[in-house]
Nanobody, 120 residues
Framework: QVQLVESGGGLVQPGGSLRLSCAASGTIFSINDMAWYRQPPGEQRELVASITRGGGTDYADSVKGRFTISRDNAKNTVYLEMNSLKPEDTAVYYC??????????????WGQGTQVTVSS
């Protein structure tokens, strides 16, 4: 019953910006870490950014200084603000969250992914 739904992807020119959102819904007791991954065409999925429940963040070197991850715990939502976009950022972006549907244990959930294309 737990679902993650991404939104905000699309086509953007180099140097442009996009803001991705990912909302968790369903039976949720608590949400711990949340993260954004991406998978460029023909390449493996890689971690882009992560954020703890308390707001601590980590970024891949390739996006440091350009991307910002944030979350709204009241809305069960994680965001990724992407600035100064490059063609190399083109990928399917996936959100991931460590969620406890009950007090027993947590599971990692994945969204369906949203396409980001950076091209002139």
């Amino acid at each position: 019953q737990v679902q993650l739904v991404e939104s905000g992807g699309g086509l953007v020119q180099p140097g442009g910006s996009l803001r991705l959102s990912c909302a968790a819904s369903g039976t949720i007791f608590s949400i711990n870490d949340m993260a954004w991954y991406r998978q460029p065409p023909g390449e493996q999925r890689e971690l882009v950014a992560s954020i703890t429940r308390g707001g601590g963040t980590d970024y891949a070197d390739s996006v440091k200084g350009r991307f910002t991850i944030s979350r709204d715990n009241a809305k069960n939502t994680v965001y990724l603000e992407m600035n100064s976009l490059k063609p190399e950022d083109t990928a399917v972006y996936y959100c991931n969250a460590d969620i406890a549907p009950t007090r027993l244990r947590t599971y990692y959930y994945w969204g369906q992914g949203t396409q980001v294309t950076v091209s002139s």
